[in-house]
């Protein structure tokens, strides 16, 4: 649409006419409007040091005063009577900066002029009683470059001016601006057309009445981080197509839309033009999309953080092919947690060979089975923690951890598979550096055995904390299954609340010499018949209570409620 500068204020003209008058002339003086609500009130017009300051006040009571310097005494005036007045300056004034402190903070209504005081930088955060901002007319943000918290946490600014950075030509820094500002509706059209930005992060971060965003806000392409800029704007219900087309440096787009709840699309090709970007951690988090198009990240092979990206929506599947361009990426933590996909597609990580974690990558989701071959190609992967924990999942591929040598933590990696009914032979027979096995099958309540020589090749373990405990329906413990596991110090709750459990093999914990704790590592268990294993004789047994730093492993409720065992009469209380 055309449009014209005149006096300052911005002008729009369809056809014949204008469809608004120019105001009057603007005022040089910069003007607040604040108001006191005690008798013998102080405020204090609050500087940064490091700038200059030449100016006379008039505080709107009849005392009217000069400043010289930033902690100038002419800058604080008591008011005798509580009211409303207009605080006007004239001069040089580079910097007014509340920051959330200060007397003056509480007293702001509206801005009604910025004048022309030779700005340099300025700070309302906090001034929750500011209503109203006026727009620039005579360029008053000329020599602007930051307006970093600038507006942080103003909770009752409602609006945003048309043509407010028309003449802030030099500003590149607007993170956290109006952050927080809960009453804030809209954004104007065109906002930042004539700015050089390249750091916008949460600018709009927390304004949960925002409703929309403009088309074309980023038509910029300094900008680079994207960070939270509409994080938790829980009004916002689109996101505009191509918003981000201009932004060819982009590197960032962590939490960009982190717990936009009303949000349930993402337009095609959203991402297409940022070649440039490494992170999408928890971009989408807490939105309620339904669906991920088709080659969303495909012009995007720079790409090494995925974390949550896709956590806690309301997706129900993943496009095929979803990462083949992806080949950088390092981290999938989370990435599909607590969504409602069904499935996984064959060779999702395929061309990701860099893949160094997947802790809850697929956890809390509503997959019934695991493709074969799905790790294959990440060889590099570090850690599996509670990756598939709260699945349907049912079995598990032969094979499925063959390739993923470098492993050194399955913590929870079964955790609540309740419907999981047989652990697969051999599944970490190539896993020889794994140290952490606590809570890999805690609540597998479907499992109803343990193979042989599960644990043989896994000889650098030192904990399996939890790893069967609720595993109700395991009745019997191989013989010999820790024989491997030389340096294991934790045996706390491994088979708490195994009901089904009957007996423990002789000498199930002979090789075991590290062990320094079996804390209630059959608690529960009330189906144990036979002989207790005598795990209170490993080190001192003299003492007739604990001592943790006697050598002799902690046992508390180790045997709790084992009442079945014949020589539960001769187990040291403390351990039953």
Avoid at 171 to 186: D, M, Q, R
Avoid at 264 to 277: A, E, K, Q, Y
Avoid at 344 to 371: A, K, M, V
Avoid at 419 to 426: H, K, M, P, V
Wanted: aromatic residues 14%.
């Amino acid at each position: 649409m055309p449009q014209l500068i005149f006096n300052g204020q911005r002008l729009y003209f369809p056809g014949a006419g204008f469809l608004t008058k120019p105001d009057t002339t603007p005022s040089e003086q910069f003007i607040l409007e604040i108001t006191t609500t005690s008798s013998d009130q102080e405020i204090t017009i609050p500087h940064l040091s490091n700038y200059t300051y030449n100016y006379t006040v008039e505080y709107g009571d009849g005392n009217e005063k000069t400043v010289t310097s930033y902690n100038d005494s002419g800058a604080t005036n008591i008011y005798s009577t509580p009211g409303t007045y207009q605080l006007k300056i004239s001069g040089t004034c580079e910097s007014i900066f509340i920051n959330n402190g200060g007397t003056l903070k509480d007293t702001i209504n509206k801005v009604v002029s910025w004048g022309l005081t030779d700005l340099k930088s300025i700070n309302f955060n906090g001034c929750s009683n500011l209503t109203e901002i006026t727009t620039d007319r005579l360029g008053s943000f000329g020599d602007i470059y930051s307006l970093a918290y600038s507006f942080q946490n103003c909770t009752s600014l409602k609006e945003v001016p048309v043509g407010f950075l028309d003449y802030a030509t030099t500003l590149t820094t607007f993170y956290y601006t109006f952050s927080g500002c809960g009453a804030l509706t809209t954004i104007p059209n065109g906002l930042f057309d004539n700015t050089i930005l390249s750091n916008v992060t949460r600018c709009f971060q927390n304004c949960s009445s925002l409703t929309s965003i403009p088309n074309g806000l980023f038509d910029t392409f300094n900008i680079s981080d994207f960070t939270s800029v509409f994080s938790n704007c829980s009004s916002l219900t689109s996101i505009p197509t191509g918003l981000f087309d201009d932004c060819t440096n982009a590197t960032k787009f962590i939490s960009t839309f982190y717990n936009c709840s009303l949000i349930t699309s993402i337009p095609d090709g959203l991402f297409d033009n940022n070649t440039s970007v490494d992170d999408f951690s928890t971009t989408f988090r807490g939105t309620s999309i339904t669906s991920i198009p088709e080659g969303l990240f495909d012009h995007c092979p720079n790409v090494l953080n995925f974390y949550q990206v896709f956590s806690t929506t309301n997706i129900t599947s993943i496009p095929d092919g979803l990462f083949d361009n992806n080949t950088l990426v390092e981290n999938f933590n989370s990435t599909f947690t607590t969504t409602n996909i069904t499935s996984i597609p064959e060779g999702l990580f395929d061309n990701c060979p860099n893949i160094s974690s997947l802790s809850r990558t697929f956890s809390s989701t509503n997959i019934t089975s695991i493709p074969d071959s799905l790790f294959d190609n990440n060889l590099l992967v570090e850690t599996f923690d509670y990756v598939f924990s709260d699945t349907d999942i049912t079995s598990l591929p032969t094979g499925l951890f063959d390739f993923n040598t470098g492993v050194t933590s399955f913590y929870g990696v079964f955790n609540q598979c309740s419907s999981l009914t047989g652990i697969t032979e051999g599944i970490f027979d190539n896993n020889i550096l794994v140290d952490d096995f606590a809570n890999a099958f805690t609540q597998c309540t479907s499992l109803t055995s343990i193979p042989d020589g599960l644990f043989d090749n896994n000889i650098k373990v030192t904990t399996f904390s939890n790893t069967f405990s609720r595993c109700e329906n395991i009745t019997s413990i191989p013989s010999g299954l820790f024989d491997s596991c030389t340096g294991v110090t934790s045996f706390a709750y491994t088979f708490l609340y195994c009901y089904d459990l009957t007996s423990i093999p002789s000498g199930l914990f002979d090789s075991l010499n590290a062990v320094i704790s079996f804390d209630s590592t059959f608690y529960g268990c009330n189906s144990l018949t036979g002989n207790s294993e005598e795990l209170w004789l490993k080190g001192d047994n003299t003492l007739s209570a604990p001592d943790y730093n006697s050598g002799t492993p902690e046992g508390n409720n180790c045997y709790f409620a084992c009442s079945g065992l014949s020589d539960v009469a001769s187990i040291p209380l403390y351990w039953k």
